[in-house]
């Protein structure tokens, strides 16, 4: 049996588990998944449990965050069943209609899926650029806090001055941004992702995703060297302790294979203490999601 030691869910051999922070599931349909353009049809298939799992093993993963894709309630629940039933999906970062008036009464639908760790809006999606700025939104985000649920800050990289006023507005709720903010790796662009960055990381109650880079670089030609002045960048922001790596599968797969892209990462954080690799591989997710 697992057991837990100072709060970090530890394996048999004592070790604190592995956690991929970041992953997707889905059953594809060209109507749900238009998304999925011609570049990236290598996409358009199902990524289901057993494949989640094959790909855990090339890496020793032990446990996993599911993040939703789409802004269904029914995927939300989808989801929630799957980590019923697989022991490997610790925790499920879902979506809920957080604008709408009803969303409090939503989310007592949801009241004993313990599992539910967290919610996300696709706000880089939005027409509108400063939707995450919005009264209707904001006011969701005040319902969640006390609720123990995390909220997952997807953006594009010109929209960190808009997340830098939404999290002030909310210094009590526990916040994780994905994807670095997707700065712009491809371009080899630094400014102004990093200055930004440096002062969203003064907020203490914002963690951040080592995910998604792979997918910002060139998918052909990227090196660890290309990705390292935006890793740099992170741990300079954040330190390793509000750290947490994920794979972004099945979409890395358009530039990296599952193991590969933890290669990369453990690779970069061989020189760092046994502390702060235990944090980035799974003793900060596991604090953060409770797991």
Same mark, same amino acid.
């Given at each position: 049996?697992?057991?837990?030691a100072g709060?970090?869910?530890?394996?048999?051999?004592?070790?604190?588990?592995?956690?991929? %922070? !970041?992953?997707?599931?889905?059953?594809?349909?060209?109507?749900?998944?238009?998304?999925?353009?011609?570049?990236?049809? %290598?996409?358009?298939?199902? &990524?289901?449990?057993?494949?989640? #799992?094959?790909?855990?093993?090339?890496?020793?993963?032990?446990?996993?965050?599911?993040?939703?894709?789409?802004?269904?309630?029914?995927?939300?629940?989808?989801?929630?069943?799957?980590?019923? #039933?697989?022991?490997?999906?610790?925790?499920?970062?879902?979506?809920?209609?957080?604008?709408?008036?009803? &969303?409090?009464?939503?989310?007592?639908? @949801?009241?004993?899926?313990?599992?539910?760790?967290?919610?996300?809006?696709?706000?880089?999606?939005?027409?509108?650029?400063?939707?995450?700025?919005?009264?209707?939104?904001?006011?969701?985000?005040?319902?969640?806090?006390?609720?123990?649920?995390?909220?997952?800050?997807?953006? !594009?990289?010109?929209?960190?001055?808009? %997340?830098?006023? @939404?999290?002030?507005e909310h210094?009590?709720?526990?916040?994780?941004?994905?994807?670095?903010?997707?700065?712009?790796?491809?371009?080899?662009?630094?400014?102004?992702?990093?200055?930004?960055?440096?002062?969203?990381?003064?907020?203490?109650?914002?963690?951040?995703?080592?995910?998604?880079?792979?997918?910002?670089?060139?998918?052909?030609?990227?090196?660890?060297?290309?990705?390292?002045?935006?890793?740099?960048?992170?741990?300079?922001? @954040?330190?390793?302790?509000?750290?947490?790596?994920?794979?972004?599968?099945?979409?890395?797969?358009? %530039?990296?294979?599952?193991?590969?892209? &933890?290669?990369?990462?453990?690779?970069?954080?061989?020189? @760092?203490?046994?502390?702060?690799?235990?944090?980035? &591989?799974?003793?900060?997710?596991?604090?953060?999601?409770?797991?």
């Amino acid at each position: 049996m697992d057991g837990i030691a100072g709060g970090v869910r530890v394996s048999e051999a004592g070790r604190v588990e592995k956690i991929d %922070a !970041h992953h997707q599931l889905w059953r594809y349909s060209v109507e749900e998944y238009g998304w999925i353009e011609e570049p990236m049809k %290598a996409l358009r298939r199902d &990524f289901l449990v057993d494949d989640l #799992t094959a790909a855990m093993a090339t890496a020793a993963i032990d446990g996993t965050i599911a993040v939703q894709t789409r802004q269904t309630m029914d995927e939300t629940r989808w989801l929630l069943d799957l980590a019923d #039933t697989t022991d490997a999906i610790r925790g499920v970062v879902g979506w809920a209609p957080i604008a709408g008036e009803e &969303f409090p009464g939503v989310m007592e639908k @949801f009241d004993g899926r313990e599992k539910l760790k967290g919610l996300r809006h696709l706000i880089r999606d939005e027409k509108d650029e400063h939707y995450i700025l919005r009264e209707d939104f904001n006011s969701g985000i005040r319902t969640l806090q006390g609720s123990g649920l995390v909220y997952e800050i997807l953006i !594009h990289a010109r929209q960190l001055d808009d %997340a830098i006023y @939404f999290v002030d507005e909310h210094p009590e709720q526990l916040f994780v941004l994905d994807h670095l903010a997707t700065p712009r790796i491809a371009k080899g662009k630094l400014e102004p992702w990093a200055s930004r960055m440096r002062e969203l990381g003064q907020r203490e109650n914002v963690c951040c995703k080592l995910s998604g880079m792979v997918t910002e670089a060139d998918w052909k030609s990227w090196t660890p060297e290309t990705l390292k002045p935006y890793l740099d960048l992170a741990v300079e922001v @954040f330190g390793p302790e509000r750290l947490m790596a994920g794979s972004d599968w099945p979409i890395c797969l358009l %530039a990296s294979e599952y193991a590969q892209w &933890f290669e990369v990462l453990r690779s970069y954080f061989a020189g @760092f203490s046994q502390n702060e690799q235990d944090a980035v &591989f799974g003793g900060t997710a596991i604090a953060v999601y409770g797991l």
